[in-house]
């Protein structure tokens, strides 16, 4: 099982990113994903999730109304649209399915 996270970088408050996550090693349709963040000096925290199909997300309530989960079984690509960016919502960002965590793409909020 891979996970591979891309799309982080700097943006200003206000701005949008898109993460990606390229997952490979087993039959993604058939697993829920999860977006997670850590942020300095603070623990782990569920950001978002999607079933298999992509029928059914929750969201923090952090993140409501700004982020956006959705998945492409058929490029097994789980994304992450951050629209809204908070200076609160710089962090480590993880993609994760049971058991297997991605290496995290660093987002940075910030004028």
């Known amino acids: 099982v891979q996970l591979v996270e891309s799309g982080g970088g700097l943006v200003q408050p206000g701005g949008s990113l898109r993460l990606s996550c390229a997952a490979s090693g087993f039959t993604f349709s058939s697993y829920a994903m999860y977006w997670y963040r850590q942020a300095p000096g603070k623990e782990r925290e569920l950001v978002a999730q999607i079933s298999g199909e992509g029928g059914i997300t929750n969201y923090a309530d952090s993140v409501k109304a700004r982020f956006t989960i959705s998945r492409d079984n058929a490029k097994n690509t789980v994304y992450l649209q951050m629209n809204r960016l908070k200076p609160e919502d710089t962090a480590v960002y993880y993609c994760?399915?049971?058991?297997?965590w991605g290496q995290g793409t660093q987002v940075t909020v910030s004028s």
């Open positions: 994760f399915r049971t058991r297997y």
